[in-house]
C-alpha cells in the first residue's frame, strides 16, 4: 500500500516507516522536526535501501497538508505527528489542543476531501486513567490526569465519531504502553530534544556521562520492590504492530482499539538493574520522591491484538537495553 507517515522522523514513526519500507510498502513521510531531525530520512534509507517522498509539514498547515494529498495516491494513513510530553502539557495546554486536536482534525478532513478512509492512530496507554486496574483492556473507560492524555482521549473520541458516521471508514487506535530501545543498526532511536522525561532515554544519557545519574521517582509505592512498575516492549515490536493493523485495515471497516505492550510489567529498578548487566555499566542512582502524577503500575492485556492482527512482541527487555545502548553510543561516537 502507499502510505503517508505524519510524525514519521519520530522515535516511533521512523521505526515503523522502516518495518512498513520493509514489507514492500511505499510511504510518504511528513514531519515538521520539531522533535525529530530530517537526519533521520536518510538513516530510514540506509537501513533499508529504499527511497520515498517526504516533506516538512506541519498538519496546522491545512493548504500544504491539502497540496500533498492531491500530488500522492494514497491508500491509508498511520498519524504519529503531536506534541507528547506529559509535563510540558501541563504548562502550555492550549497549544497542545491546538497542535494535537486541530492538526488531527485538519488531517481527518483532507483525508475526506481525498477520500482516503484507512487510519492507525498512535493513541497511548495513558488514556487508561487513575481508574482502572491492571491488566488494561481496551473496553475499560478512558479518561486522563493531563492535557496530553486528554487530547489522546479525545482524539480516538473524534474517531470512533468519524468511523460512525463513515461506514467505508477503516480506524485503528493504538494504545502504546512503555516503548524503548532501538533499531538493531543503533542509526535510530529515542532521542529526543533536551532533558528527557522517560526513563529509558534518562538511563542511556546517565550511562554515556550526559547526566550525572539516574534519578529513581520514588521508592513507596505497591509494588515488588516500590517502585514504577510500567509494560516495555521493544520499538521494533511496535513498529511490526503498526505493520499488522494497516494490513488488518485492507480488509476490515469500522473501529478498532489495540493495547501494544508485551503484557509483563517490570519495575524501575529491575530495568536499571538489567541495563547494567547487559551492558557491564555500572549507573549512579539517586533515589528521589515520587513523580507528580506517576501512578504504580501499569501493564497491558494484549489477547484481542494476539487473537484479532496476528501480533504479539519478540524482544526481550535485554534486547531493549542492548539495543538503546548501543544507539546512545552511535549517536555520541564522533562527539
Ligand atoms: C516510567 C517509570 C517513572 C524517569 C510516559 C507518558 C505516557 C507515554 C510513555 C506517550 C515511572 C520512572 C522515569 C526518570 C524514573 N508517553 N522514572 N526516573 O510515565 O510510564 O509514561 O511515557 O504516550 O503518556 O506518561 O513513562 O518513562 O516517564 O516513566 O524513576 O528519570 O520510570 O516514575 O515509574 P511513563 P516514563
Not at 514531519?31 to 516533506?55: A, L
Not at 491545512?62 to 498519524?79: M, N, P, R, S, W
Request: include cysteine.
Amino acid at each position: 500500500m502507499n502510505v503517508l507517515v505524519t510524525g514519521g522522523a519520530g522515535f516511533i514513526g521512523s521505526h515503523a516507516c522502516v518495518s512498513l519500507l520493509e514489507e514492500g510498502h511505499n510511504i510518504i513521510i511528513l514531519d515538521n522536526y520539531s522533535n525529530s531531525s530530517p537526519e533521520v530520512i536518510d538513516h530510514i534509507k540506509t537501513i533499508t535501501g529504499r527511497t520515498f517522498s517526504h516533506y516538512n509539514c506541519d498538519l496546522l498547515d491545512y493548504t500544504q497538508l491539502d497540496t500533498i494529498f492531491g500530488k500522492h495516491e494514497i491508500d491509508a494513513v498511520i498519524h504519529f505527528a503531536g506534541l507528547k510530553s506529559v509535563p510540558e502539557s501541563t504548562t502550555i495546554p492550549l497549544t497542545y489542543y491546538h497542535n494535537n486536536l486541530t492538526g488531527t482534525l485538519h488531517l481527518l478532513q483532507i483525508m475526506e476531501k481525498h477520500k482516503v478512509r484507512r487510519l492507525v492512530f498512535s493513541s497511548s496507554a495513558t488514556v487508561y486513567g487513575t481508574n482502572n486496574v491492571v491488566p488494561y483492556e481496551e473496553s475499560m473507560p478512558t479518561s486522563a490526569t493531563n492535557p496530553y492524555g486528554w487530547t489522546k482521549v479525545m482524539i480516538e473520541q473524534m474517531l470512533r465519531d468519524y468511523t460512525s458516521a463513515v461506514p467505508d471508514a477503516a480506524v485503528t487506535c493504538l494504545r502504546y504502553f512503555n516503548p524503548i530501545g532501538a533499531h538493531k543498526s543503533g542509526l535510530i532511536g529515542d532521542n529526543p530534544n533536551g532533558i528527557p522525561n522517560n526513563l529509558m532515554p534518562y538511563v542511556c544519557q546517565a550511562a554515556i556521562g550526559i547526566l550525572p545519574s539516574i534519578k529513581v521517582y520514588g521508592t513507596d509505592f505497591p509494588t515488588k520492590d516500590g517502585t514504577g512498575v510500567r509494560d516495555y516492549l521493544h520499538v521494533a515490536d511496535l513498529a511490526d504492530g503498526h505493520v499488522k493493523a494497516l494490513e488488518h485495515l485492507e480488509k476490515a471497516k469500522g473501529f478498532f482499539v489495540y493495547n501494544l505492550g508485551t503484557g509483563q510489567g517490570t519495575s524501575v529498578l529491575e530495568l536499571i538493574d538489567t541495563f547494567e548487566r547487559v551492558n557491564n555499566i555500572k549507573l549512579k542512582r539517586d533515589i528521589c520522591g515520587r513523580r507528580a502524577g506517576d501512578i504504580a503500575t501499569s501493564f497491558a492485556n494484549v489477547n484481542h491484538a494476539i487473537e484479532e492482527i496476528g501480533w504479539e512482541t519478540k524482544y526481550t527487555l535485554e534486547d531493549m537495553c542492548r539495543d538503546s545502548w548501543k544507539f546512545i553510543q552511535t549517536k555520541n561516537k564522533n562527539k
